[in-house]
């Protein structure tokens, strides 16, 4: 691969795409917005430690998948390849409980994992995610699951799978992995090499398994949901009645447990059908021991990531891009009445409206030609003799009709043209 490429796992996200990103990015701000949650930005590398205590050794993610490397002060730092361990180390140090009660946080940004590269699965990736930290009430679940299938909802993405699953607490789990271990041990050599390896450290990622044998043998594996003690069953019936309340559709999945160590209870996974073996576009859970575990305070928490390549690639093939239609499209020709049209293009733009400068200074037909195609709800005309008189000319571009206007009555007549602008892209 040359030199002047992006690194294998990263992209560019080029002007013809970007629009659904922004799109995606002001309707998850919208939505979290309302629910009085805060945006939080924490660094994008931390200490390796903080992955390894946080999200756990035996996890693919710390095991295989992190960027690490030594700083010029030989200091073992990491990539983030995922948020929470980020925002909880920023609640931890800044003592953000003490700020009172419950703390509704969420962030957006890039996410680093070596994995092998293919659609819908980057080296650097791109997460919008939510932490509700300090409490341990099942609203705070569903209130989080209902976010997200609101922000995908408010996307237009329908057809999403919501799954369901509780993993109980430390003692629920230790109960159902033995009962796991004994179920598969029979099976050992059947199952794929990773879940061999897992077998003894982390059986609960077997029922993960992407492989089609081990899956089939976990078909009929004991199902922790018969493991959950009291208060985890409480906890998860009420979750499920909460959710049938707000009329959100899931399914039960004992199968799903979430690739890192620190979930407990409530653990679900947003799923589409439309892409391919990609097909997890958010995936949340409870994770009451992770605040602890760093060294606060034992902090019950809920949270959310969704990945936002998966629900672009899922926005292509819905809906067209959201491009820019600019209000004016400015064509001058002739020293005069270009430097007229820098400044109107300034002046318009401080009223609010967006303007595109045509820069080529070709003959009139080019410029008409490319207002045409931009799209835009008026071009104005700015030649010889509009630069003489004072005047401008204006074309509204759908019903070809003209009018002559000083500049000065077009700069008056703000709130008409807003006006009339808006029923045209309406
Ligand atoms: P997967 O099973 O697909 O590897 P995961 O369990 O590792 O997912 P999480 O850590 O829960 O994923 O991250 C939440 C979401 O972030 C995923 O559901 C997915 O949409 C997205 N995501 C995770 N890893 C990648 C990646 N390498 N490239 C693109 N998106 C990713
Ligand atoms: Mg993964």
């Known amino acids: 691969m040359g030199e002047m490429q992006a690194i294998r796992g990263t992209r560019d996200i080029l002007p013809a795409e970007v629009g659904y990103w922004q799109f995606v990015e002001s309707t998850a701000g919208q939505i979290l917005g309302r629910a009085l949650y805060q945006e939080i930005r924490t660094p994008m590398f931390e200490n390796t430690s903080l992955f390894e205590r946080g999200i756990g050794e035996a996890t693919d993610v710390v095991g295989k998948e992190m960027y690490t490397f030594l700083d010029r002060g030989d200091r073992s730092l990491t990539l983030r390849p995922e948020g929470t361990a980020g925002v909880a180390r920023a609640y931890i140090e800044h003592k953000l409980q003490a700020a009172g009660g419950i703390q509704r946080l969420w962030y957006k940004g890039p996410m680093f994992r070596y994995e092998r590269p293919q659609a819908g699965r980057q080296r650097q990736f791109h997460q919008i995610g ?3 930290l300090g409490s341990d009430d099942p609203r705070a679940d569903v209130e989080a699951i209902a976010l997200a299938t609101e922000i995908l909802k408010a996307l237009g993405l329908e057809n999403l799978k919501l799954d369901l699953n509780s993993v109980g607490n430390g003692e629920d789990r230790q109960s159902y992995r033995q009962a ?4 598969l041990t029979p099976y050992r050599d059947s199952l794929d090499e990773d879940s061999r390896e897992r077998l003894s450290k982390n059986p609960l990622r077997i029922l993960d398994s992407k492989d089609e044998k081990t899956k089939e043998i976990c078909r009929n594996a004991p199902s922790i949901l018969d493991h959950l003690g009291e208060e985890s069953r409480k906890h998860f019936d009420r979750v499920r009645s909460l959710l049938t309340d707000l009329g959100i559709v899931y399914r039960v999945n004992p199968c799903l447990v979430r690739g890192l160590d620190y979930y407990t209870r409530t653990a679900f996974e947003i799923i589409s059908d439309d892409l391919g073996a990609q097909a997890t576009v958010c ?8 605040i602890a575990q760093l060294g606060g305070a034992p902090t019950p928490a809920v949270g959310w990531a969704i990945g936002l390549e998966r629900l672009i690639l899922l926005l292509q093939q819905k809906r067209a891009n959201p491009v820019l239609i600019p209000d004016f499209y400015l064509v001058s020709k002739g020293e005069k009445a270009e430097a007229i049209g820098v400044v109107l293009a300034k002046q318009l733009r401080e009223q609010g409206f967006s303007v595109e400068l045509d820069l080529s200074g070709s003959a009139f037909g080019k410029q008409f030609k490319r207002a045409d195609r931009s799209g835009a709800i008026v071009c104005l005309i700015l030649g010889d003799e509009e630069a003489e008189g004072g005047t401008v000319r204006l074309k509204w571009m759908q019903t070809q009709e ?5 500049r000065e009555e077009l700069l008056n007549r703000q709130e008409m043209l807003r006006n009339q602008i808006d029923r045209h892209k309406s």
Not at 283 to 290: A, K, M
Not at 402 to 406: C, D, F, H, Y
């Open 180 to 183: 796991l271990i004994d179920y």
């Open 130 to 132: 939510v932490e509700v």
């Open 283 to 290: 995936g949340g859970g409870r994770y009451d021991g992770l």
């Open 402 to 406: 003209q009018v002559s206007l000083s």
